[in-house]
């Protein structure tokens, strides 16, 4: 994740780099003008374009590096070994001290990720999410910035004084696995990644969030999940 040979990630404990050679080096500032342009085209076809993975299907698997740790690289999305630019290993088992993996999340309970431009109030739902954390102990919430600057998203996480994981997609792979054509989109999994709901396409109010993320839980538990004592 440091780079191509992934030394940092092993340092780090991570059993793979997370890194991709060769992709999303230069595209910072074009991959947000990139979305920009996409989203204003869907907007303009109609809200039919804006949807994220629809409720029943599964997450996409992934591992990316935490904004506040040291390891650098782009995402593993690999399903399985030996997919290339995608990754060398499955990204499930690319895990470490500075990785945000979803699979290890989704293994924990259910899931609320936001992924987002790290640029104007699309960074406001974190806030929100951490101000739910403490009513919602299973819950595992989560960020995921598509490209963005590790100095930003830090200055972001102190200012919020942020405890949830908030990792960087430096290529900006998750925009197309995970059907991200709004800023935020807000996503709800139950244990083991099947998506519960729709995405929240815009902001949410807290009240709104709050809600999400109880249905959230309620439709766990009818699953046979057991949130922890608080």
């Known amino acids: 994740m440091s780079g191509p040979d992934g030394a940092g990630a092993h340092a780090a404990g991570a059993q793979e780099p997370v890194s991709k050679p ?3 080096r230069y595209l910072g500032l074009l991959g947000v003008l990139a979305l920009a342009v996409v989203i204003v ?6 809200p ?3 949807h994220g993975i629809p409720p029943g299907k599964k997450f996409a698997p992934f591992a990316v590096p935490l904004a ?7 995402a593993n999305v690999a399903t399985r070994a030996g997919e290339g630019q995608e990754g060398s290993v499955p990204a499930c088992s690319v895990r470490g001290s500075q990785i945000l993996n979803i699979c290890q999340l989704w293994e924990r309970g259910p ?5 987002f431009v790290d640029s104007g109030s699309c960074r406001k739902v974190l806030g929100e999410m951490q101000a ?6 299973g819950v595992q919430f989560a960020g995921v910035a598509l490209k963005g600057s590790r100095r930003s998203l830090r200055a972001l996480i102190r200012s919020q004084s942020l405890t949830l994981p908030v990792g960087i997609d430096a290529d900006g792979s998750l925009q197309g696995i995970y059907k991200v054509l709004s800023c935020p989109q807000v996503s709800f999994a139950y244990p083991y990644g099947k998506v519960q709901s729709p995405a929240l396409l815009s ?6 969030l709050r809600s999400r993320v109880a ?16």
């Not at 899931?111 to 992924?115: E, Y």
């Open 22 to 24: 060769g992709r999303g």
């Open 41 to 46: 085209v869907a907007l303009l076809n109609g």
């Open 48 to 50: 039919r374009e804006l």
């Open 68 to 74: 506040s740790g040291n390891l650098s690289g782009d």
């Open 111 to 115: 899931v609320v990720l936001a992924v």
């Open 132 to 137: 739910l954390k403490g009513s919602f102990p």
């Open 203 to 208: 902001t949410p109010t807290a009240a709104t």
């Open 215 to 230: 249905a959230l839980v309620a439709a766990a538990k009818a699953r046979g999940w057991r949130e922890p004592a608080r």
